[in-house]
């Protein structure tokens, strides 16, 4: 199946998903709205008992939109297109440039979904799937959305550049707990294919992605720092935190080192640290002003 491509005409290294994935996931979605529709409904009946019918059969209508129509709406939006089922077989529902889905998006999945799905039991969908060189249903369709692959195997994930040396450590007091991993996808896939781009488009794309993480991590970029290197700063700061964790949660789970013994892992912390960056100072500056902002020194 052909890879996922933006407004830019750029392709993504996401894969769309095939229908046997697809179908599972809707199975397990469908087993949970519906047990969840009958034990409403089981406890509407009793409740509603002395009411007259035209009453039970308003609240009938009404918990079969809200549950089996609103519920999945709701958990795609709130999820950015990770229903539970979907979550279980590795699954995603983006955008067709590849970006995390909206409300209008579920919207429409959802409405459209209640024809192709409730009414003919995924006859439709399975048909429009199978056709679909990418395997969208008419709801994908309609809502210009795709259901991918999250899980895709570490051996094909190619490596992130690595920021400028000159900007190593600079985002270190970044707040990263707002960014979505729809977003670190974008941008991951952004910088491993930014030399294969044409330099008008990946610049285009580069910056659209920068406006999003600003948007999400409420600092701008210093001035003078190209959107690019900035991506590229930032990815390398949260693959800096992850391994501090990592090796944080290592140490304490090493055994305790003998009486006049080094620690074990005082080796390696003294290495880390004599092999980190050092950012420029006054006094190594080879000229007699400061480099301004982020720049690299002229």
């Known amino acids: 199946m052909s890879g996922v491509v933006t407004g830019d005409a750029v392709v993504l290294g996401l894969r769309p998903a095939r229908l046997p994935s697809r179908a599972l996931a809707l199975f397990i979605d469908l087993l949970v709205v519906w047990a969840a ?15 007259d019918e035209a009453a039970q059969t308003a609240l009938a209508i009404t918990s079969f939109v809200l549950v089996l129509v609103g519920a999945p709406i709701a958990v795609e939006t709130l999820s950015h297109g990770r229903s539970l089922g979907k979550m279980a077989c590795g699954l995603r529902v983006v955008r067709d440039d ?4 909206r409300f209008r998006h579920a919207l429409v999945r959802g409405a459209i979904g209640v024809v192709e799905i409730l009414m003919t039991f995924g006859v439709v969908a399975c048909i429009a799937s199978l056709v679909s060189e990418r395997g969208r249903r008419i709801g994908d369709v309609f809502a210009g959305t795709l259901v991918v692959r999250e899980r895709v195997p570490a051996a094909r994930t190619a490596a992130v550049p690595p920021p400028p040396p000159w900007l190593a450590g600079r985002f ?51 001035p003078g720092v190209p959107a690019a290197e900035y991506l590229a700063a930032v990815v390398g700061e949260r693959q800096a935190r992850d391994a501090r ?20 892992g005082a080796a390696t912390v003294r290495r880390t640290t004599a ?24």
């Open 98 to 101: 590849g970006g995390p889905i």
């Open 245 to 264: 964790r990592a090796f944080a949660s290592a140490e304490r789970g090493a055994p305790e080192a003998a009486p006049g013994s080094a620690a074990p």
């Open 37 to 51: 529709y009958l034990l409403i409904t089981i406890g509407l009946a009793a409740a509603t008992a002395s009411l």
């Open 172 to 222: 270190s007091g970044l707040d990263l707990s707002a960014v979505p991993d729809a977003l670190w996808l974008e941008i991951r896939q952004c910088l491993t294919r930014m030399r294969q781009l044409d330099p008008v488009v990946g610049r285009r794309l580069a910056e659209r992605l920068a406006d999003e993480l600003v948007a999400r991590t409420g600092t701008p970029p210093p």
């Open 275 to 298: 092999a980190a960056p050092a950012v420029p100072s006054e006094a190594t500056t080879p000229t007699a002003a400061k480099p301004t902002g982020f720049a690299p020194p002229a």
